[in-house]
């Protein structure tokens, strides 16, 4: 073949025309990624100064927050209040509903858009981000961080590790992970003939991204990931992380992203589910939040296939019923300081939290003593103090939830509280860290999630060893995170297959919490979500359609094949 193209070029130069491509490839300048450095915010240091003054500043104010189409700020209706979970007579966002029409519009504005930004150089959108993550370091950082503490009620390294580093992770690996990616082209055997090659595509359409409350730096994963690979967004933030979500919004705009590409829209639930799984442009739903609400849309998308241009990719993390396993050469200390972290920073509200643990009863009670010791010194309170462990759960349904199963077990005689219990709604929505041991493996504060600070132990004789690994996988819909303490290898091989399909992140002698952006990426299966694994590289391709492209330069002359002449 390509002595045919020779002998049909007699030049150098005409050669050189047949094999000029008319597909531009990305030209990515090569760069390399680490994680954003976690500050130490020690007394006297400048990122603890700084932080200090910009609580203050937050604080002392309420900030008005518009339903945000385009370059169009709208306010629907009746305001709405984002306030402090730790004293929630204070309000820190004035906010809106979009109504119906108002979702319509956005989804209108949004599939507009698309069409412009799909054509944006791979290039310029790498530069946005890049400039995006910068601002987030630096000038934007403690405006996050506030904006977290006070409207999520996270302490300073809760805030620090989530709406800082995390955040301006998911931002720099995102497009580190679409650079590498785009190093693949398929095989081109004479590219002087035929050249094949693969561009990344955003989908026709729009992506609603439904963010949750317990994490900033998902929102901003949430919504901007889709828009990174060419896709235009409706941005239902949660009305418990409205001000944090709005601080990302602006960032992004400041550094440069087009008016339309991402939309900020929040909304009452359920009229936003029905508006956008009635629409036919609807082209994936990117979202982190309940079991029932997930399967509710997965429901309606299903209703709804004869009207949609593309099926709906539907990307969820719904959290889990995440545990510790002990095996009896577990090292004690290192149990109690990982379950402790695990259970109850944050209140207990990360995906990830340890909210179930299987203990040996020959390791029973210095496991006990140590949970209890430990439990003792955290100190709860507002996140302005920066010597607190953590601070109130996030509204008053959260409030509601997590004590009617302490009041529950406290009630059942199959479980005993041996720690905390104890719970004060009236300033803010107060949960003591609260420690329950149980006689049965299948009660419900150890199979249903409860997603607060509530860690349920249940005692094994060490004989049964095997039969309560089996309960692991088995007592729950769950498959989130899970961790094995065990100083015996041989029983860490076997744990690593028995309970390979419990856990999408699994933790060896570590706490179930703490996945690192490039690190653990990190999702579940089960009804714990898809398992897409944010913070990885296949994430950034749950946002693209690919198209292959085969580029000829040598024309066809012949119809029959060499053989049907002999």
């Given at each position: 073949m390509l002595n045919a193209c020779t002998m049909s070029l007699r030049s150098a130069r005409s050669l050189e025309r047949c094999m000029s491509s008319v597909v531009e490839l990305p030209k990515f300048q090569d760069f390399g990624v680490k994680n954003e450095p976690i500050l130490g915010y020690k007394q006297g240091s400048k990122e603890r100064t700084e932080l200090a003054n910009e609580l203050q500043r937050a604080s002392g104010v309420t900030e008005e927050v518009p339903i945000v189409i385009g370059d169009e700020n709208i306010r629907d209706g009746e305001p709405r209040f984002q306030v402090m979970p730790h004293d929630h007579s204070r309000k820190i966002a004035k906010y809106y509903y979009a109504s119906e029409s108002t979702i319509k519009k956005a989804i209108d504005v949004s599939v507009r858009a698309q069409k412009t930004w799909d054509k944006t150089p791979f290039e310029e959108r790498v530069r946005i981000w890049n400039k995006a993550a910068d601002l987030m370091a630096g000038a934007y950082r403690?405006?996050?961080?506030?904006?977290?503490?006070?409207?999520?009620?996270?302490s300073v390294i809760q805030a620090e590790i989530d709406s800082a580093a995390e955040l301006i992770d998911f931002y720099r690996f995102n497009i580190?992970?679409?650079?590498?990616?785009?190093?693949y082209q398929p095989i081109s055997e004479d590219p002087s003939v035929t050249r094949n090659s693969l561009r990344f595509r955003g989908i026709d359409g729009f992506i609603a991204a439904i963010s949750p409350f317990n994490f900033t730096a998902i929102g901003g994963n949430l919504a901007y990931t889709p828009a990174l690979m060419g896709n235009?967004?409706?941005?239902?933030?949660?009305?418990?992380?409205?001000l944090s979500n709005w601080r990302i919004f602006n960032i992004m705009r400041e550094a440069g992203l087009p008016p339309g590409i991402v939309n900020f829209v929040p909304a009452d639930g359920p009229t936003f589910g029905r508006?956008?799984?009635?629409?036919?442009?609807?082209?994936?739903?990117?979202?982190t939040g309940s079991v029932p609400t997930?399967?509710?849309?997965?429901?309606?998308?299903?209703?709804?296939?004869?009207?949609y241009r593309n099926y709906p990719r539907l990307i969820g993390e719904c959290g889990g019923k995440n545990y510790h396993f002990i095996h009896p050469s577990a090292d004690v200390e290192s149990v109690v300081?990982?379950?402790?972290?695990?259970?109850?920073?944050?209140?207990?509200?990360?995906?990830?939290?340890?909210?179930?643990m299987y203990v040996p009863k020959s390791l029973y009670e210095p496991i006990k003593e140590g949970l209890l010791r430990e439990r003792a010194k955290l100190k709860i309170g507002d996140p302005s103090d920066f010597s607190i462990f953590t601070g109130a759960v996030i509204d008053d349904k959260a409030f509601a939830r997590i004590t009617g199963y302490i009041k529950n077990a406290k009630n059942n005689p199959k479980n005993t509280i041996i720690g905390g219990g104890d719970f004060d709604g009236s300033k803010?929505?107060?949960?003591?860290?609260?420690?329950?041991v149980t006689t049965d493996p299948l009660d419900k504060l150890m199979t249903e999630e409860i997603f607060g600070p509530v860690l349920t132990i249940y005692v094994y004789e060490d004989k049964d060893l095997q039969e309560t690994l089996s309960l692991v996988g088995s007592s729950t819909k769950f498959a989130l995170t899970g961790a094995v303490f065990a100083q015996d290898k041989a029983f860490l091989k076997t744990a690593l297959e028995e309970l390979k399909s419990t856990a999408g992140n699994f933790y060896l002698n570590d706490k179930s919490t703490g996945s690192v952006v490039g690190q653990q990426p990190f999702g579940g299966g089960r009804m714990s979500g898809t398992n897409d694994k944010a913070g990885g590289p296949i994430y950034v391709m749950r946002w693209t359609t690919p198209q292959s492209i085969k580029e000829t330069f040598v024309p066809l002359r012949d119809i029959d094949y060499p053989y049907m002449r002999e």
């Amino acid at each position: 073949m390509l002595n045919a193209c020779t002998m049909s070029l007699r030049s150098a130069r005409s050669l050189e025309r047949c094999m000029s491509s008319v597909v531009e490839l990305p030209k990515f300048q090569d760069f390399g990624v680490k994680n954003e450095p976690i500050l130490g915010y020690k007394q006297g240091s400048k990122e603890r100064t700084e932080l200090a003054n910009e609580l203050q500043r937050a604080s002392g104010v309420t900030e008005e927050v518009p339903i945000v189409i385009g370059d169009e700020n709208i306010r629907d209706g009746e305001p709405r209040f984002q306030v402090m979970p730790h004293d929630h007579s204070r309000k820190i966002a004035k906010y809106y509903y979009a109504s119906e029409s108002t979702i319509k519009k956005a989804i209108d504005v949004s599939v507009r858009a698309q069409k412009t930004w799909d054509k944006t150089p791979f290039e310029e959108r790498v530069r946005i981000w890049n400039k995006a993550a910068d601002l987030m370091a630096g000038a934007y950082r403690q405006s996050l961080n506030a904006a977290t503490m006070l409207g999520q009620s996270k302490s300073v390294i809760q805030a620090e590790i989530d709406s800082a580093a995390e955040l301006i992770d998911f931002y720099r690996f995102n497009i580190f992970f679409l650079k590498e990616n785009s190093k693949y082209q398929p095989i081109s055997e004479d590219p002087s003939v035929t050249r094949n090659s693969l561009r990344f595509r955003g989908i026709d359409g729009f992506i609603a991204a439904i963010s949750p409350f317990n994490f900033t730096a998902i929102g901003g994963n949430l919504a901007y990931t889709p828009a990174l690979m060419g896709n235009g967004v409706l941005w239902k933030p949660s009305d418990t992380a409205v001000l944090s979500n709005w601080r990302i919004f602006n960032i992004m705009r400041e550094a440069g992203l087009p008016p339309g590409i991402v939309n900020f829209v929040p909304a009452d639930g359920p009229t936003f589910g029905r508006t956008i799984t009635a629409s036919p442009h609807l082209a994936g739903v990117n979202f982190t939040g309940s079991v029932p609400t997930f399967n509710w849309i997965w429901n309606e998308v299903g209703k709804n296939l004869q009207v949609y241009r593309n099926y709906p990719r539907l990307i969820g993390e719904c959290g889990g019923k995440n545990y510790h396993f002990i095996h009896p050469s577990a090292d004690v200390e290192s149990v109690v300081s990982g379950t402790i972290r695990s259970a109850f920073e944050y209140c207990g509200q990360k995906c990830s939290a340890c909210s179930r643990m299987y203990v040996p009863k020959s390791l029973y009670e210095p496991i006990k003593e140590g949970l209890l010791r430990e439990r003792a010194k955290l100190k709860i309170g507002d996140p302005s103090d920066f010597s607190i462990f953590t601070g109130a759960v996030i509204d008053d349904k959260a409030f509601a939830r997590i004590t009617g199963y302490i009041k529950n077990a406290k009630n059942n005689p199959k479980n005993t509280i041996i720690g905390g219990g104890d719970f004060d709604g009236s300033k803010g929505y107060f949960v003591q860290p609260t420690i329950i041991v149980t006689t049965d493996p299948l009660d419900k504060l150890m199979t249903e999630e409860i997603f607060g600070p509530v860690l349920t132990i249940y005692v094994y004789e060490d004989k049964d060893l095997q039969e309560t690994l089996s309960l692991v996988g088995s007592s729950t819909k769950f498959a989130l995170t899970g961790a094995v303490f065990a100083q015996d290898k041989a029983f860490l091989k076997t744990a690593l297959e028995e309970l390979k399909s419990t856990a999408g992140n699994f933790y060896l002698n570590d706490k179930s919490t703490g996945s690192v952006v490039g690190q653990q990426p990190f999702g579940g299966g089960r009804m714990s979500g898809t398992n897409d694994k944010a913070g990885g590289p296949i994430y950034v391709m749950r946002w693209t359609t690919p198209q292959s492209i085969k580029e000829t330069f040598v024309p066809l002359r012949d119809i029959d094949y060499p053989y049907m002449r002999e």
